[in-house]
């Protein structure tokens, strides 16, 4: 609970932040992607200036996400392996508990059937 109410406190600020930002600088703005004829461009895109500042922030989230994400890897890897490895222990401690079991029982059919003998 006090995880989402801090959450929220974060979020609304920076929606409101965002907002007023976009409203800001919402006169068009041309990227020309052209750097040999900056004057008659033939690659350019025209934005409001707002499209591009959130077109950075969303690049650069994604692009902080995946290196980490990749950076990661090698305790996945780690974990995966380590979930395997007790997976096999553990069906080993039950194969190992089931012929406890059927062992004990057995000795104790073993044992009760001489008292069966004696007592008719």
């Given at each position: 609970?006090?995880?989402?109410?801090?959450?929220?406190?974060?979020?609304?600020?920076?929606?409101?932040?965002?907002?007023?930002?976009?409203?800001?600088?919402?006169?068009?703005?041309?990227?020309?992607?052209?750097?040999?004829?900056?004057?008659?461009?033939?690659?350019?895109?025209?934005?409001?200036?707002y499209g591009y500042l959130f077109g950075a922030l969303v690049i650069g989230v994604l692009l902080g996400g995946t290196a980490t994400w990749l950076s990661q890897s090698r305790w996945r890897r780690t974990a995966r392996t380590r979930s395997g490895e007790a997976k096999r222990w553990q069906a080993e401690a039950d194969r190992l508990m089931r012929e406890r079991d059927a062992e004990v029982a057995t000795r104790n059919k073993a044992l009760a059937a001489p008292d069966k003998r004696n007592a008719a």
């Open positions: 609970m006090l995880k989402r109410i801090l959450w929220l406190c974060v979020a609304f600020p920076a929606a409101a932040l965002l907002v007023t930002l976009a409203v800001a600088n919402r006169h068009s703005v041309r990227l020309v992607l052209d750097p040999f004829r900056p004057e008659t461009p033939v690659l350019s895109i025209v934005l409001p200036f």
